[in-house]
């Protein structure tokens, strides 16, 4: 092995293409663009979703749904998870402060007491909106109920 035929290993070496630098680099003339048209242009960029000219995806689907502007969204926590703050925190009075102090809910979040689980204490529970199982299974352990 002499320093003429010292060659780096194979792979190793990764060589870009050399657009529009001549003709010895193999992509000159029109630099691998084609000839004329938008594409072969400086400054040209293409409109998202362009297919060439063929009616786009997005007009070729059918439009369906739909979105009512009026809905609200509701944070839905279950008589189980207020039990379980109820046992942890040695409280009565739950409302969506103390929800959000516990990280249950942001302070944007509208509250809807749902009635999955069990309650085995009293508690005043005030929230946005209640389910029909969770007013019974509250009022069943002779708790209230306050809709804000």
């Not at 297919?51 to 189980?80: A, C, D, T, V």
């Not at 703050?85 to 516990?102: F, R």
């Amino acid at each position: 092995m002499e320093l003429h035929n010292l060659k780096p290993a194979e792979g190793s070496v990764h060589r870009e293409k050399r657009i529009g630098r001549g003709q010895g680099s193999g992509h000159g003339g029109t630099s691998t663009r084609g000839h004329k048209g938008a594409q072969s242009r400086s400054g040209y960029s293409k409109k998202v979703g362009f297919e060439g000219g063929q009616m786009p995806i997005q007009r070729r689907l059918p439009k369906f749904g739909f979105k009512n502007i009026n809905r609200k969204e509701f944070k839905g926590i279950n008589i189980s998870t207020l039990q379980m703050l109820a046992d942890k925190n040695k409280i009565s009075v739950i409302d969506v402060d103390t929800l959000i102090g516990a990280g249950l809910a942001h302070k944007n979040d509208r509250v809807k007491i749902l009635g999955n689980g069990t309650l085995t204490v009293k508690l005043e529970v005030k929230a946005h909106a209640f389910s029909e199982s969770a007013v019974k299974a509250i009022e069943a352990q002779q708790g209230t109920v306050v809709k804000l």
